[in-house]
């Protein structure tokens, strides 16, 4: 991938010298033929060095500020821009932070329809729109390095280079007051970080599960750990590990699959001394990020159909996340204790495979009848959740591709939220409010207990209905985490875009959960 610059400077607009200077409209002016049209802000400055010629323009030609409409005009050399673009904002009533992170997007796509190279730009929304420069510049930023990812590992030369050929290089974000020149350029350092990490983690998941094994992602745990100036550590453990640690529902799972399970504990602390929190006895958060990690999800024995098993190797995007997350914390500075766990295998019909009926314990004592061995994902996780509570951190969030009812309750674009700490639930809906991704809180419905619940085991790992099958799952991984607070976040839907919904989020691995818990992570106390 071409690096692409993104800079803030302290210019007026129409001295700068580029490729397009794209400003904006929001959709409210009454733009009629025949009648002049009233222009302000950055967008009115070009107009008048051009001559009113951008205002005739936008009446002749019918413009009127839609979200991601756009109209562009040559200068004729009346400014050292050579093209002038005009993107349309959407209504004002409608315009907040999520609004400028598309806009970002359809500017990127701009850029290109019109081999752009070097843009210069306006904050958009920190006027009218009464965005913090920061935060303006933060979500502009990340809708541009977002909407300009391709997963291109196996394309051809002939793709990568038409697709190097047209990458834009270099954004500047151009405004006179010093001021906000300065707090934009913190604005654009943390989209930098968040963006890099959401591309780390649909690197992962756009991989083939071929590739993307277990000992795959172990690699990668070993490469971030190697990374990060020995601010994170790595345990891993290999499948006989598993068994000496009761890890029995885990390796339930992992016993049809040829290739090798693997639990992968991460552990990032700020100091270098290296001490968990307890033998400091300090009072710094501890967190635990569990993801679920299965590189391939066949269903099992009780084999997935054909078409739904077709994307089934995102079935590693909460674990993705998890290393996206731990592929940049060095850069943050955080105080606390941050665990990243997960526990990745198969899940395969192999000759050695968990069946329907068996009853397999996890780590804290609990046993679990198998009645469906395509709800794999919540056997992992009762292991990999016990292990975190055994920690005894101060948080469990976990990201798992747990549910296609969390899809048919929320939709592909929708995160399900489930916790038992209304308060940290809503900190991270505030915090994925920021990030643009979308969760939403569903209930624990305590009266469906009694469909987890198993005559030979102590809870059976599918609901007798199908009904309400997120709460059913999510239920079951209560039952894990002992009283420590938890966060569940079911990503089924949106981990995987089937089409671009989105115009910064492009089709594949979406890297869901990512910059949430990324913005969660900056803003506890
Ligand atoms: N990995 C799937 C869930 C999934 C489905 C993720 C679609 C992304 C898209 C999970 O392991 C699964 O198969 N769940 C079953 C559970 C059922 C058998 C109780 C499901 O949701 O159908
Ligand atoms: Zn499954
Ligand atoms: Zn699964």
């Given amino acids: 991938m071409t690096i692409m610059k993104i800079t803030v400077k302290k210019q007026n607009l129409i001295e700068f010298p580029c490729d397009l200077l794209v400003v904006n409209l929001f959709e409210d002016l009454p733009i009629q033929k025949g009648k002049r049209v009233t222009l302000g802000g950055g967008i009115s400055a070009v107009d008048k060095a051009l001559g009113q010629m951008l205002a005739h323009e936008l009446v002749e030609e019918g413009i009127k500020g839609k979200l991601g409409e756009n109209f562009v005009l040559h200068t004729h050399g009346k400014i050292p821009a050579k093209k002038v673009a005009v993107l349309g904002l959407g209504k004002r009533a409608d315009f907040n932070l999520e609004t400028v992170r598309r806009v970002g997007a359809h500017l990127l796509k701009l850029a290109k329809r019109n081999n752009a190279k070097r843009i210069g730009t306006i904050f958009h929304g920190v006027g009218i729109g009464k965005l913090a420069p920061c935060d303006a510049a933060r979500a502009l930023t990340e809708g541009v390095l977002l909407a300009n990812y391709e997963y291109l590992t196996y394309k051809g030369d002939e793709h990568k280079k038409e697709s190097s050929r047209r990458a834009l290089k270099e954004l500047t974000i151009l405004d006179l007051d010093a001021g906000k020149v300065r707090q934009a350029r913190q604005g654009i350092y943390e989209a930098e970080i968040n963006s890099q990490a959401t591309r780390y983690a649909r690197d992962l998941v756009n991989e083939p599960a071929s590739i993307m094994t277990p000992a795959h992602l172990v690699e990668h745990a070993r490469e971030i750990t190697k990374q990060s100036g020995g601010k994170i550590k790595l345990q891993v453990f290999d499948r006989a590990e598993c068994r000496r640690r009761g890890f029995g529902a885990f390796l339930g799972v ?19 001394k290296g001490l968990p929190r307890s033998a400091r006895n300090d009072k710094n958060k501890c967190i635990a990020i569990v993801g679920k990690a299965i590189t391939f999800d066949s269903g099992g024995l009780q084999i997935k159909s054909d078409t739904a098993m077709e ?60 009645v469906h061995t395509d709800a794999e994902g919540r056997v992992t996780l009762a292991d990999s959740l016990s292990y975190a ?3 005894k951190p101060d948080l469990i969030v976990d990201l798992a591709t747990l549910t296609g009812a969390c899809m048919v309750a929320l939709g592909e674009e929708v995160g399900g939220m489930f916790t038992n700490n209304d308060k940290l639930a809503l900190k991270l809906g505030a915090a994925a409010k920021q990030s643009g991704e979308q969760v939403w809180m569903l209930p624990m419905v305590s009266e469906y207990r009694e469909f987890i619940k198993s005559p030979v085991a102590d809870v059976r790992n599918s609901g007798k209905t199908r009904y309400g ?14 009283k420590v607070p938890w966060i569940h976040l079911d990503i089924a839907g949106p981990a995987w875009a089937e089409r671009e919904i989105l115009p910064y989020v492009p089709v594949g691995g979406s890297g869901f959960g990512t910059r949430t818990i990324l913005e969660f992570l900056k803003n506890i106390k």
């Avoid at 992992?254 to 270098?272: D, I, N, T």
């Fill in 469 to 482: 099958g997120a709460i059913t799952a999510a239920l079951f991984l209560q039952e894990f985490v002992g």
């Fill in 311 to 370: 994307t089934m190797k995102l079935d590693m995007a909460g674990a993705a996340a998890v290393l996206g997350i731990f592929s940049v914390l060095k850069e943050l500075n955080l105080k606390y204790e941050i665990h990243g766990i997960f526990a990745a295998t198969e899940n395969m019909p192999g000759g050695r495979a968990y069946k329907p009926g068996d009853i397999v314990r996890a780590m804290n004592g609990k046993t679990i009848e198998i």
């Fill in 389 to 391: 509570a055994a920690l």
């Fill in 254 to 272: 992992a016993q049809g699959a040829a290739e090798e399970p693997y639990f992968v504990h991460l552990v990032y602390r700020s100091s270098k």
